[in-house]
């Protein structure tokens, strides 16, 4: 699918959390591309490692050879988003190699299935590492060095955990609530320099987690018969970091087929 017409060619876009090909950060940043935005990935395969999935040990790198055949630049770095400097130097890096960042958007995130009485003060504090104190400093080092200029945008993607209960990943849902209470207030901070803030809560999306049975069960719920995919939360995040919505911001963005 080919994106014209959104006012990205040259932009430089930050997108975290792009290791697999089957991931929504894979899907963001391919659109971003085709829609001419310079693009550079995060991505950490030690978390990767340690879930039923997994991905390839060059899965990343190939990632970003498939961006650049767009035509655009592209460029990558594992990080560790819950080590408190990788913000600053992450962009310092993206400085370096593409240029001043007009888009971000904060894919990557911490989770494991964990409830009220398995969980541990450790598991607590590396959700709250990665998925908010990480992106909280990322979303304050693209402020710091934004200089005004047209088109600043910020995209959080979040989760369902204020439309119904989730007991098995409790400190994922605690993590994922304190990102949209960011996005609102944020929105606000950033409005004088006309960056915008918005949440995506892209709903049950198929990257490879769900079973077979599972994958069943959601599409019959579903008034489309099927699940979500990767390309219809790129498809909002596309729209929302483009010139045609600069007029919306603070906003939470669900889009889930109906569920």
Same mark, same amino acid.
């Given at each position: 699918?080919?994106?014209?017409?959104?006012?990205?060619?040259?932009?430089?876009?930050?997108?975290? @959390?792009?290791?697999?090909?089957? @991931?929504?950060?894979?899907?963001?940043?391919?659109?971003?591309?085709? &829609?001419? &935005?310079?693009?550079?990935? $995060?991505?950490?395969?030690?978390?990767?490692?340690?879930?039923?999935?997994? =991905?390839?040990?060059?899965?990343?790198?190939?990632?970003?050879?498939?961006? !650049? =055949?767009? *035509?655009?630049?592209?460029?990558?770095?594992?990080?560790?988003?819950?080590?408190? !400097?990788?913000?600053?130097?992450?962009?310092?890096?993206?400085?370096?190699?593409?240029?001043?960042?007009?888009?971000?958007?904060?894919?990557?995130?911490?989770?494991?299935?964990?409830?009220?009485?398995?969980?541990?003060?450790?598991?607590?504090?590396?959700?709250?590492?990665?998925?908010?104190? /990480?992106?909280?400093?990322?979303?304050?080092?693209?402020?710091?060095?934004?200089?005004?200029?047209? /088109?600043?945008?910020?995209?959080?993607? $979040?989760? *369902?955990?204020?439309?119904?209960?989730?007991?098995?990943?409790?400190?994922?849902?605690?993590?994922? /609530?304190?990102?949209?209470?960011?996005?609102?207030?944020?929105?606000?901070?950033? &409005?004088?320099? *006309?960056?915008?803030?918005?949440?995506?809560?892209?709903? &049950?999306?198929?990257?490879?987690?769900?079973?077979?049975?599972?994958?069943?069960?959601?599409?019959?719920? =579903?008034?489309? /018969?099927?699940?979500?995919?990767?390309?219809?939360?790129?498809?909002?995040?596309?729209?929302?970091? =483009?010139?045609?919505?600069?007029?919306?911001?603070? !906003?939470?963005?669900?889009?889930? *087929?109906?569920?």
């Amino acid at each position: 699918m080919i994106y014209k017409d959104y006012g990205l060619s040259g932009k430089v876009a930050l997108v975290t @959390g792009v290791s697999r090909t089957q @991931g929504i950060g894979f899907a963001i940043a391919r659109a971003l591309a085709e &829609a001419g &935005a310079n693009v550079f990935t $995060t991505y950490y395969r030690p978390y990767d490692a340690l879930m039923p999935w997994g =991905s390839h040990h060059n899965e990343a790198e190939e990632i970003i050879s498939l961006l !650049q =055949s767009y *035509g655009v630049k592209a460029a990558g770095f594992e990080a560790n988003l819950a080590e408190s !400097q990788v913000p600053k130097q992450l962009f310092d890096r993206v400085e370096n190699s593409l240029g001043s960042v007009d888009i971000l958007v904060n894919n990557a995130a911490y989770d494991e299935q964990v409830d009220i009485y398995s969980l541990s003060a450790d598991l607590l504090d590396t959700h709250y590492a990665v998925n908010v104190r /990480g992106t909280t400093l990322l979303c304050q080092e693209f402020a710091h060095r934004h200089d005004g200029r047209p /088109g600043g945008r910020i995209i959080n993607l $979040t989760s *369902g955990q204020s439309l119904a209960p989730m007991p098995e990943n409790l400190p994922y849902a605690i993590t994922k /609530g304190a990102i949209e209470a960011l996005t609102i207030s944020l929105s606000a901070s950033l &409005a004088d320099k *006309g960056i915008t803030v918005n949440a995506v809560d892209p709903g &049950a999306t198929d990257t490879g987690w769900m079973s077979a049975e599972f994958r069943t069960q959601l599409a019959m719920r =579903s008034p489309f /018969g099927h699940v979500g995919t990767p390309e219809d939360a790129a498809r909002i995040i596309l729209f929302l970091v =483009s010139a045609q919505a600069q007029w919306i911001t603070g !906003q939470i963005m669900r889009s889930r *087929g109906g569920l």
